[in-house]
């Protein structure tokens, strides 16, 4: 049976629309109004964040507020270390997708020799990079950091000197890198990217499973050929954004996108996944009440994740 802890990350400075911090509180609601326990069963830890950086003037505009990205991931990072390394499983309820890979950091920070699998489940690629950003937003960001990926073949942008150092001391914290290989990235209903993310999905020929491809195989089958494509990963993290959901669901997220996956195929996955002893963090990111009606994104997030942890609790 898995120690599990609860790492509330309430940061939203790396989205470009505002509410995701709400996100983390949304789910505890959610858990309330269906009367249950779940939260207080699990130690929990709330990484402080740089939230009042959105009251600031942007310093660097292909990398929004990159100074407090910067922090949050050395927090996280650590905290994710410490959670390992003291025999817990971390689970991560983050407010936008870039801490996600302060999350990566923190597993190979805490375990140096691994070789780890990402499952990315996500409408969006996340492999810009400073060169390449649209919009600056460094939740477009956490795969490229961990690919240790600048893309500057695909680049449109110069960066200033100093955001060019924070972004290469991203790439490196841990003094690791890259943490993943590009090889070892698998993308779940993926559906929403630029040229310069699909420049590097071809480069690496990274594997996406498409909504369809679930919808016609079914959970059993794409957990089992995930397994499969991993069976030289020594560890796997789950990743889950709440925008790979269909749009037509909930608009309780920042970038909602049709044509994703329906409530149930999310948590046949994911609960499909936690069985695999390989899985060692699991986190779910970017649900946004101030866009939402009745709390649903979160109430939909609370089952998945109240399904997938007592998986994890039984294996």
Same mark, same amino acid.
């Given at each position: 049976?898995?120690?599990?802890?609860?790492?509330?990350?309430?940061?939203?400075?790396?989205?470009?629309?505002?509410?995701?911090?709400?996100?983390?509180?949304?789910?505890?609601?959610?858990?309330?109004?269906?009367?249950?326990?779940?939260?207080?069963?699990?130690?929990?830890?709330?990484?402080?964040?740089?939230?009042? @950086?959105?009251?600031?003037?942007?310093?660097?505009?292909?990398?929004?507020?990159?100074?407090?990205?910067?922090?949050?991931?050395?927090?996280?990072?650590?905290?994710?270390?410490?959670?390992?390394?003291?025999?817990?499983?971390?689970?991560?309820?983050?407010?936008?997708?870039?801490?996600?890979?302060?999350?990566?950091?923190?597993?190979?920070?805490?375990?140096?020799?691994?070789?780890?699998?990402?499952? #990315?489940?996500?409408?969006?690629?996340?492999?810009?990079?400073?060169?390449?950003?649209?919009?600056?937003?460094?939740?477009?960001?956490?795969?490229?950091?961990?690919?240790?990926?600048?893309?500057?073949?695909?680049?449109?942008?110069? @960066?200033?000197?100093?955001?060019?150092?924070? #972004?290469?001391?991203?790439?490196?914290?841990?003094?690791?890198?890259?943490?993943?290989?590009?090889?070892?990235?698998?993308?779940?209903?993926?559906?929403?990217?630029?040229?310069?993310?699909?420049?590097?999905?071809?480069?690496?020929?990274?594997?996406?499973?498409?909504?369809?491809?679930?919808?016609?195989?079914?959970?059993?089958?794409?957990?089992?050929?995930?397994?499969?494509?991993?069976?030289?990963?020594?560890?796997?993290?789950?990743?889950?954004?709440?925008?790979?959901?269909?749009?037509?669901?909930?608009?309780?997220?920042?970038?909602?996108?049709?044509?994703?996956?329906?409530?149930?195929?999310?948590?046949?996955?994911?609960?499909?996944?936690?069985?695999?002893?390989?899985?060692?963090?699991?986190?779910?990111?970017?649900?946004?009440?101030? @866009?939402?009606?009745?709390?649903?994104?979160?109430?939909?997030?609370?089952?998945?994740?109240?399904?997938?942890?007592?998986? @994890?609790?039984?294996?």
């Amino acid at each position: 049976m898995k120690n599990i802890k609860i790492i509330e990350v309430p940061s939203e400075i790396g989205a470009g629309t505002r509410g995701a911090s709400l996100g983390v509180e949304a789910i505890k609601i959610a858990a309330l109004d269906f009367m249950s326990n779940f939260f207080i069963h699990f130690p929990c830890e709330k990484i402080p964040v740089e939230n009042k @950086l959105l009251y600031e003037p942007i310093e660097s505009p292909y990398a929004k507020r990159i100074k407090g990205v910067v922090s949050m991931y050395e927090k996280v990072s650590k905290s994710i270390h410490d959670t390992i390394k003291s025999n817990f499983f971390p689970v991560v309820l983050s407010g936008d997708h870039s801490i996600a890979g302060a999350t990566i950091a923190g597993i190979k920070m805490a375990k140096p020799n691994s070789k780890l699998g990402v499952i #990315w489940i996500d409408a969006h690629a996340d492999l810009h990079t400073p060169y390449t950003t649209p919009s600056g937003n460094m939740h477009g960001m956490p795969l490229s950091a961990s690919i240790n990926e600048d893309n500057k073949e695909c680049g449109v942008h110069e @960066l200033d000197n100093d955001t060019a150092k924070q #972004w290469n001391y991203l790439k490196n914290l841990g003094k690791i890198s890259p943490k993943v290989l590009p090889e070892d990235v698998v993308f779940i209903s993926l559906r929403d990217f630029e040229k310069e993310e699909k420049h590097l999905i071809d480069k690496y020929s990274m594997k996406v499973i498409t909504t369809k491809e679930v919808r016609n195989k079914g959970a059993e089958n794409i957990v089992r050929s995930i397994t499969r494509y991993f069976s030289d990963c020594t560890d796997i993290y789950v990743s889950f954004d709440v925008d790979s959901l269909d749009s037509t669901l909930t608009k309780g997220t920042g970038t909602p996108v049709s044509n994703g996956l329906r409530e149930r195929e999310a948590e046949d996955i994911i609960s499909k996944l936690m069985q695999n002893r390989k899985v060692c963090c699991f986190e779910i990111t970017e649900v946004n009440p101030t @866009l939402d009606k009745e709390n649903l994104m979160a109430e939909i997030a609370f089952n998945i994740l109240q399904r997938s942890v007592n998986v @994890l609790m039984m294996s």
